[in-house]
């Protein structure tokens, strides 16, 4: 038994003003289609969400994988360091600017004629889950946002993240 089914097509594509670095799998097939956008975890890539991002396209969905910000191909040479200076703070900053980014993949899904603008949808792993989270809060165009082992206590998360004054945010949220 196959555990990937179809033939798809995946493209590299660098996305808005940041040059965001994605994977694009989909079926060649006529008709707009709803969209995942899928985030790896803490270290990943957007090659380690593969077999998510194919599995998703065999139920019908296309998927776009993302690199986070200072992973895969926006790997900082400082990474290592800066996350032994204060973990906190750098992976709160990860989140943040990732999900910050994500209002570029949704333009760019948007402008494509084989995407259903109102089905996007985003799911994260781990960090990616915590990335999801975040973005579902700063961008109104997703529809819904799945996080797979990411952010336990997100009430708690989020007082952290504020207490590091690292949210995008005027307001402190009510948890």
């Known amino acids: 038994m196959a555990v990937i089914k179809g033939t798809y097509a995946i493209e590299k594509h660098f996305i808005g003003k940041d040059k965001i670095p994605t994977l694009w799998f989909y079926h060649e097939t006529e008709g707009a289609k709803p969209v995942v956008i899928a985030l790896h975890g803490w270290t990943g890539n957007k090659e380690g969400m593969l077999t998510n991002c194919l599995r998703m396209a065999d139920a019908g969905f296309c998927t776009i994988s993302v ?43 948007e402008a494509r004629d084989d995407v259903n603008p109102a089905k996007i949808g985003m799911m994260g792993v781990s960090m990616g889950g915590f990335i999801t989270l975040v973005s579902a809060f700063l961008e ?24 590091l004054k690292v949210l995008p945010f005027k307001e402190k949220p009510m948890c």
């Open 67 to 109: 690199d986070a910000r200072m992973h895969g191909d926006r790997m900082d040479p400082e990474f290592w360091g800066k996350f032994a200076e204060n973990f906190p703070r750098t992976f709160f900053t990860i989140v943040v600017e990732t999900a910050k980014d994500i209002s570029q993949i949704v333009d760019f899904l």
């Open 140 to 163: 109104k165009r997703l529809k819904a946002a799945v996080s797979v082992i990411g952010a336990a206590n997100f009430p708690l998360f989020v007082k952290r993240m504020v207490s």
